[in-house]
C-alpha cells in the first residue's frame, strides 16, 4: 500500500509542487488548504485536498481527523508547510501582527506536530514516521523588513532541534527543509498582511519604505537572484521522506548555503555587515 502523507499550505508555491510531485512519486497525498476553493480545485487535478486552517484549532482537529480516516488510521508522514510573512520594520509590528503570524507559523504547526506524534507512536515496535517543517535561511539569519518572519522561523528551528532530540528513542525522524529563494506567491500573499497590519506612512522610516520595501512588494519583477523553483523544494522533501536515516537538515538554494557557512564561522559584526549589504 501507499504511504500517506499530510500536508498543509497546498494552494499554491512549494505546497502545491509538493502534493503533485510526492503523488507522482507513490504516495497517498492529503493535500491541505485554508479555502475550500483550492481544495475544489485540487481536487479536479486529481488530488486528494480537504480544508486544514493551521490558524484555527477547530479546523485542525476537524483536518486531522479526516486525514485520519482517509489513511484509515495510519499516517506515515506530515510536512508542515503553511506560513506567510508580515514585512515591516520590526519596530513598526504591532503585538496583534506577531499574535497572528506565529498562530500560523508555529502555534498551529505545532498542534498538529503533536497530534501525529501520537498517532505515530502506535505504528510499529518503537513508533514510525517523519515530520517535516519547512524552515527558512530565515531561520538561521535575520534579514531587515523580515522580523515577525524570522522570529517565527527561529522558534521553528528551536523547537524543531528539541523535538529531534526527544525523539531519538522512537522511530519518528524529525527534519527541518530550510528553503532560500523558491519561485512562488509568497511575496505577493505577504502585502495583504503588510498593508492590514503596518502603518508605514506614520512611520519614522517612511523614506526607507518608499526607497526600498514598497518596491519589493508591489514593483514586477524577475527571478530573485539564485531563485529555484518550486521542485527544487520537493526533491529535498523526498530525500527526507525516503533516506534511512534523514539527515537533520535540508539546505535548498545557493544564499541557503552560504549563509549556513557565515552563521557559523563570520564573529556578529562581520554577518551583520554582509547581511546589511543585502
Same mark, same amino acid.
Given at each position: 500500500?501507499?504511504?500517506?502523507?499530510?500536508?498543509?499550505?497546498?494552494?499554491?508555491?512549494?505546497?502545491?509542487?509538493?502534493?503533485?510531485?510526492?503523488?507522482?512519486?507513490?504516495?497517498?497525498?492529503?493535500?491541505?488548504?485554508?479555502?475550500?476553493?483550492?481544495?475544489?480545485?485540487?481536487?479536479?487535478?486529481?488530488?486528494?485536498?480537504?480544508?486544514?486552517?493551521?490558524?484555527?484549532?477547530?479546523?485542525?482537529?476537524?483536518?486531522?481527523? $479526516?486525514?485520519? *480516516? !482517509?489513511?484509515?488510521?495510519?499516517? %506515515?508522514? +506530515?510536512? #508542515?508547510?503553511?506560513?506567510?510573512?508580515?514585512?515591516? =520594520?520590526?519596530?513598526?509590528?504591532?503585538?496583534?501582527?506577531?499574535?497572528?503570524?506565529?498562530?500560523?507559523?508555529?502555534?498551529?504547526?505545532?498542534?498538529?506536530?503533536?497530534?501525529?506524534?501520537?498517532?505515530?507512536?502506535?505504528?510499529?515496535?518503537?513508533?514510525?514516521?517523519?515530520?517535516?517543517?519547512?524552515?527558512?535561511?530565515?531561520?538561521?539569519?535575520?534579514?531587515?523588513?523580515?522580523?515577525?518572519?524570522?522570529?517565527?522561523?527561529?522558534?521553528?528551528?528551536?523547537?524543531?532541534?528539541?523535538?529531534?532530540?526527544?525523539?531519538?528513542?522512537?522511530?519518528?525522524?524529525?527534519?527541518?527543509?530550510?528553503?532560500?529563494?523558491?519561485?512562488?506567491?509568497?511575496?505577493?500573499?505577504?502585502?495583504?498582511?503588510?498593508?492590514?497590519?503596518?502603518?508605514? $506612512?506614520?512611520? *519614522? !522610516?517612511?523614506?526607507?519604505?518608499? %526607497?526600498? +520595501?514598497? #518596491?519589493?512588494?508591489?514593483?514586477?519583477?524577475?527571478? =530573485?537572484?539564485?531563485?529555484?523553483?518550486?521542485?527544487?523544494?520537493?526533491?529535498?522533501?523526498?530525500?527526507?521522506?525516503?533516506?534511512?536515516?534523514?539527515?537533520?537538515?535540508?539546505?535548498?538554494?545557493?544564499?541557503?548555503?552560504?549563509?549556513?557557512?557565515?552563521?557559523?564561522?563570520?564573529?556578529?559584526?562581520?554577518?551583520?555587515?554582509?547581511?546589511?549589504?543585502?
Amino acid at each position: 500500500m501507499a504511504k500517506t502523507i499530510l500536508i498543509t499550505g497546498c494552494s499554491s508555491g512549494i505546497g502545491y509542487d509538493a502534493a503533485h510531485g510526492l503523488k507522482a512519486a507513490g504516495w497517498k497525498v492529503l493535500a491541505t488548504c485554508r479555502k475550500e476553493e483550492d481544495c475544489e480545485r485540487l481536487r479536479a487535478e486529481g488530488l486528494i485536498s480537504f480544508q486544514l486552517d493551521v490558524a484555527d484549532p477547530a479546523s485542525i482537529e476537524a483536518g486531522f481527523n $479526516e486525514a485520519l *480516516a !482517509r489513511g484509515r488510521g495510519r499516517l %506515515d508522514a +506530515l510536512y #508542515n508547510n503553511a506560513a506567510f510573512a508580515c514585512p515591516g =520594520a520590526a519596530e513598526d509590528i504591532p503585538t496583534g501582527a506577531l499574535r497572528e503570524i506565529f498562530e500560523t507559523n508555529l502555534f498551529g504547526l505545532h498542534d498538529l506536530t503533536a497530534r501525529a506524534i501520537k498517532v505515530m507512536r502506535a505504528q510499529g515496535d518503537n513508533g514510525e514516521g517523519r515530520i517535516i517543517q519547512c524552515s527558512s535561511v530565515l531561520g538561521m539569519v535575520g534579514y531587515r523588513w523580515r522580523g515577525a518572519y524570522v522570529a517565527t522561523k527561529f522558534a521553528l528551528e528551536g523547537l524543531t532541534d528539541v523535538l529531534r532530540l526527544e525523539m531519538r528513542d522512537t522511530g519518528i525522524k524529525i527534519v527541518l527543509i530550510e528553503p532560500g529563494p523558491i519561485t512562488s506567491k509568497f511575496r505577493k500573499n505577504a502585502i495583504t498582511h503588510f498593508e492590514k497590519w503596518v502603518d508605514w $506612512e506614520n512611520s *519614522a !522610516r517612511r523614506q526607507q519604505y518608499e %526607497d526600498d +520595501l514598497l #518596491n519589493q512588494l508591489y514593483k514586477s519583477r524577475g527571478p =530573485a537572484k539564485f531563485e529555484l523553483p518550486a521542485s527544487a523544494v520537493t526533491r529535498a522533501i523526498l530525500k527526507a521522506l525516503e533516506a534511512p536515516n534523514p539527515k537533520p537538515r535540508y539546505a535548498i538554494t545557493v544564499p541557503t548555503h552560504l549563509m549556513g557557512v557565515a552563521r557559523r564561522i563570520l564573529p556578529g559584526r562581520a554577518l551583520d555587515w554582509l547581511l546589511a549589504k543585502g
